[in-house]
């Protein structure tokens, strides 16, 4: 079946640090692969895809690449801010399936000033 | 663009009761889907609705049941409930069909405690 694993945390870091959070995954097919952030209290909003190999996505500074080679999907930035501080997801959906999402366990990020 | 909206925001029961939770799609979606995230973890999905009809279903007990109406909004019935399904209750939608149509939008979720 199909699975993501990311790694744990909590992750904290210095505003203007680089953030790395690591996610691989095992599925059938060739999945879309997608990030949303849980801020404190709301529900999930999406961050960044990619839906083919080799693919970029990226947003609000934030970049993942999709590495078929590696089945990784590591979310990248840059320059943190506190504002970044939320639960981050890594999730996919499995070509040819209902449309149903996989998530990670989440890493909780936490950027002080 | 009206995005997706969950009611109630939050819901207290008791053990055995029963509990109906809604969603309304993103504006010109037609699917919407339900996820359980338990407190820490990443959410569950718990089925998928698409012309009405239950598409396709998680690994979830018969208690949980649902519903889409002509409309596309949708309800999420929890029969006999455990203090088990305390949790945050999101609701999901896309667009069939077209390019993207993998991605979904979510709510802001119901959060249900049972006592």
């Known amino acids: 079946g199909n699975s993501v694993t990311q790694m744990e945390g909590p992750v904290t870091l210095s505003e203007e640090a680089f953030l790395t959070i690591n996610c691989t995954y095992t599925?059938?097919?060739?999945?879309?692969l997608f990030w949303y952030v849980q801020y404190p209290g709301e529900g999930l909003q999406l961050l960044l895809k990619?839906?083919?190999?080799?693919d970029k996505g990226s947003n609000k500074g934030f970049e993942a690449t999709y590495r078929k080679e590696t089945t990784s999907f590591h979310l990248e930035k840059g320059s943190v801010q506190v504002s970044d501080s939320a639960v981050y997801f890594c999730?996919?959906?499995?070509?040819?399936?209902?449309?149903?999402?996989?998530f990670g366990s989440g890493t909780q990020l936490t950027v002080l000033p | 663009d009206a995005g997706v909206t969950q009611s109630p925001t939050h819901l207290i029961k008791t053990r055995g009761q029963q509990v109906t939770l809604r969603c309304s799609p993103k504006?010109?979606?037609?699917?919407v889907s339900w996820y359980q995230q338990a407190l820490g973890q990443g959410p569950q999905f718990i089925f998928q609705?698409?012309?009405?009809?239950?598409?396709q279903r998680g690994n979830f007990p018969d208690r949980f049941s649902g519903h889409q109406f002509p409309n596309y909004s949708s309800e999420l019935n929890v029969n006999a409930l455990l203090l088990g399904d305390s949790a945050l209750y999101l609701c999901?939608?896309?667009?069939?069909?077209?390019?993207?149509?993998?991605?979904?939008?979510f709510g802001p979720g119901t959060r249900l405690l049972v006592l």
């Open positions: 999901a939608s896309s667009l069939e069909g077209l390019a993207g149509s993998e991605t979904q939008y």
């Open positions: 599925a059938t097919g060739y999945p879309s």
């Open positions: 990619a839906t083919k190999a080799d």
């Open positions: 999730a996919l959906i499995s070509s040819g399936s209902a449309r149903q999402l996989t």
């Open positions: 504006s010109g979606h037609d699917t």
């Open positions: 609705y698409y012309e009405e009809e239950e598409r």
